[in-house]
């Protein structure tokens, strides 16, 4: 019997990991800075400060990429890390609960199992859960009985649209807007404008400043270099200037769940009117796409308390309560 269960929600750029012993959400960025190409220099948040900021022989990167893993060694890595941190550095045997995309193949979806198995974390049982049914349940939603719940998660590299409906999928459909994209509209928006370069880091404050400014009716002030003399220089980026760029992504986004409605079987629609839709992921809070989201759908928006951590609340509550465990499953062909 193994004495932990540790619910993981790996995300492109934070990764949730809920500790049953402890009780706990640990959130860090999904992310390892390697040094002379071997050596382990950084990771987690540390990494990211470093990112954009580096020297040339310390590579920083994202082992995941639109959702799945592209860089097994180092997504493995971090997770042996990241355990080894929660449990204090004596990793002892633990269950895992791991929440996975709808959409994606088998293949990447066995992935997510056999990156913990082979983690060297003394991984127990491995169980999975479709990560929107994980979102419903962080959401307080009661997803095994309601038949019709609308879940768009926006997070880094993608954005999920879900229909649930008693405790399983009906449609999703994983698409490549999120954050990420958000940022680089803001960015080059800047660039065509301003003919200033922006970081990235600096394209994110402003989309997260957004509601604050737009409150306050001020600009963002950014720093970058000016393409033309190529020295550095402050400028004021006026909000509409952003909001503009952010149109066509929040745009994909509406017509895609326009597109997952119209495919919903008409016997769920009932509910999904009734409830409207759950709105979650990081990047759903970024200024007006809830607001541009009700208008375009005709539906009522929930919007996630803790959009960030609302799938690992789901695993957390999975883990703690037995009615919730007939959501989890063994990949097959795969039990320990
Ligand atoms: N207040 C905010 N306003 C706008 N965007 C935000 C805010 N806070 C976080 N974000 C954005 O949320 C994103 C991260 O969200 P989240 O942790 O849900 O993604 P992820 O799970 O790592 O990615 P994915 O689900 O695509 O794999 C980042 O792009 C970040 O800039
Ligand atoms: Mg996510």
Redesign the pocket.
Known sequence: MANNTFGI????????IYSRSDDSVM?EK?MIAIENKNTVFAYGNSAFEMYEKAPANIHISYP?C??VIADIKNMQTLIRYFVEDLMKGNVRPADYLIAV?TDVTEVEKRAFYDLVKDANVKARKIMVVE?AVADGLGMDIDVKNSQGVLVV????????ISILSLGGIVLSRLIKV???K??EAIRNAVRKEFSLIIGGKTA?TV?????ELEKEEKGAVVYGRDIVTGLPVEREIPTALVDEALEEHFNTIIDNVKVILERTPPELAADIYRHGIYL????????HLAEKMAKGTGLKINSSEM??E??VMGLAKIIKDENYRTVAYAIEGMSK
Do not use: C, H, R, W
Not at 9 to 16: A, H, Q, R
Not at 207 to 211: A, G, Q, S, V
Not at 280 to 287: H, I, Y
């Open positions: 929600d790996l995300g492109t750029s934070n990764i949730k959130v999904n995941l639109n959702g995309p990560k998660n926006v997070g880094y590299d993608t954005t999920e999120g954050g990420l958000f940022d994110e989309k997260m400043n957004l509601k979650t992921g990081g990047a759903s809070q970024v200024s959009p960030v609302s799938v």
